[in-house]
Structures are given as structure tokens and as C-alpha cells.
């Protein structure tokens, strides 16, 4: 019973882990910032080029979802216009995103492009990014997904997101464009896995060190077996037992999934 009970406390601090996300990706928390004589989003960084209170980053209706979105103006500045303001926010992140998300809409001057860089770095050294640019303004806000290609190894410790226009001024037209709800997708959701579980799979012996068994009540067609990264390690057809020997310690989930590749059931268990 204790070593149950150990495992589900190590599955809930992981769980956490993995479910990391961006701080206010959604913008719906504003700080006012004396300097600039506007509000800026909470836990991001601005370099706004405007003046006299005309910032070039701002909070923007209407938003994709709540009340507020990130809003980007260009601004007329000593007879000359200035690129819209740059955003950017640096947080600890000690996970590996597959992918970042979240949805742009907006006008961009014929010049202007539209930026957002993602980067991930262990010990100030860089090991992963992504990066997304838009050269057509949309009415509407429309979905943008990032892939993340990590090249270092190990697991980041911070993540560091930009956001910003770039063009050549070779037009006199305004760019104005909004970003909103921002959010890290996982190769595997976690929670998923938390909700599937159930008493008619389970896994012996569990904590293992050499195999682990499967009983299941039910009739399943494939196994597929992830790293608490939500990683897929091993995937297995008809199979009972899985030998694990060499694997690395830590705490696994198995899921077992019908012909349709749909997931019927899910137990987890840790490799000593």
C-alpha cells in the first residue's frame, strides 16, 4: 500500500510537470507600467516605440476568448513610422513541448511580417526553438502551431518567447495585429491518461525491475508505452510482457488501444 501510495504522489508531482504552460498566455492579466503610461501583460516585457502615452503594445478587444488579447500598433513617430512594439517573457520551463500554439489575426502593411520565436535553454545555452511568421493580415483570427525542434540533450531549465514586426518601411500604411491564447501542447496529454484510467488494467509487478506483466479484463490490439515526458518509448502488438530491463528508472504509462488505434485503457508504473 505505501508503495502505491508513493507512486500516485510521484504521478501527481509529474503530472504538474508535464501540464506546464505559458504564464498569462491568454493576456487577460495587465500591469500598469509608469514608464510607458500604459499597461502592459503581466509576467511579459515590452519595447514600445510609441510616445506620449501611444504605445505600440496594448491591451486589444476584441479577443479571441475573455477580455483581453495582445494587441501590436504601428506608431507615428517623429514623421516617421516605428515598427510595432516587441513583447517577450522569459520563464522557468523544465519540460519539452512538442509544439506552441495560439491564434493571430490582424492587418500587416505589404512590407511587415509578423514574428514569433520560441527558444528553449538549459544553463543559457540554447537546445531547442521554434519560430512562426505571417506575411497576410486576417480578418478573423485564425490557429498558428509552432513545432518545437529540440538539438541539445537533457531538459531545458527556462523558455524565453518573442514576439515582433519586421519590414523594410517601404509603405505609409499602419500595421495593427493581435496574438491571444498561447498554450505548450505535449505529445501525450497527461490528463487524458489521469481520466482513463480504470480497474480493468493493471500492471505487475509494480514498482518492476526486469518486466512488467499486463492484465487487462478486456480484449485490447496494440500496447503503447510513454516516458513521464509523455514521450512514446516502445509500442507493441498482442503482447502480455514487456521486458524493461534496460530502461531508465522513472515512472511510465502504458496504454492499450483496440484495432482503431483508439485508446481503451491506461495504468502506469515505475521502473526501479
Request: glycine residues 6%; contains cysteine.
Amino acid at each position: 500500500m505505501k508503495k502505491l501510495q508513493l507512486l500516485s504522489f510521484a504521478f501527481l508531482f509529474i503530472l504538474g510537470a508535464v501540464a506546464q504552460q505559458i504564464p498569462n498566455g491568454n493576456f487577460e492579466s495587465w500591469t500598469y507600467n509608469p514608464s510607458t503610461f500604459s499597461y502592459e501583460p503581466t509576467g511579459w516585457k515590452t519595447a514600445n516605440f510609441g510616445q506620449y502615452g501611444d504605445t505600440a503594445v496594448r491591451r486589444y478587444k476584441p479577443a479571441r476568448s475573455g477580455n483581453f488579447a495582445c494587441g501590436f500598433q504601428t506608431t507615428f513617430v517623429l514623421n516617421t513610422y516605428a515598427l510595432p512594439g516587441v513583447l517577450g517573457t522569459t520563464f522557468a520551463c523544465t519540460n519539452k513541448p512538442q509544439q506552441m500554439e495560439g491564434y493571430i489575426k490582424g492587418n500587416l502593411a505589404l512590407d511587415d511580417t509578423a514574428i514569433i520565436l520560441v527558444e528553449f535553454s538549459k544553463d543559457t545555452n540554447a537546445i531547442g526553438d521554434g519560430l512562426y511568421y505571417i506575411t497576410q493580415s486576417q480578418n478573423n483570427y485564425i490557429k498558428f502551431v509552432i513545432p518545437i525542434d529540440f538539438y541539445g540533450f537533457g531538459n531545458p531549465d527556462s523558455c524565453t518567447i518573442r514576439v515582433f514586426s519586421g519590414g523594410t518601411l517601404l509603405d505609409d500604411t499602419l500595421t495593427s495585429f493581435a496574438i491571444d491564447d498561447l498554450s505548450f501542447v505535449y505529445p501525450v496529454d497527461v490528463n487524458t491518461i489521469v481520466s482513463n484510467a480504470s480497474k480493468k488494467l493493471s500492471l505487475y509487478p509494480n514498482p518492476a525491475n526486469s518486466f512488467i506483466s499486463i492484465a487487462s479484463v478486456i480484449d485490447y490490439h496494440s500496447v503503447v508505452v510513454y516516458n513521464q515526458m509523455g514521450q512514446s518509448v516502445a509500442t507493441y502488438s498482442n503482447i502480455e510482457t514487456i521486458a524493461i530491463e534496460d530502461w531508465n528508472k522513472g515512472l511510465y504509462f502504458l496504454q492499450i488501444k483496440d484495432s482503431n488505434n483508439q485508446v481503451m485503457e491506461t495504468a502506469s508504473f515505475l521502473k526501479n
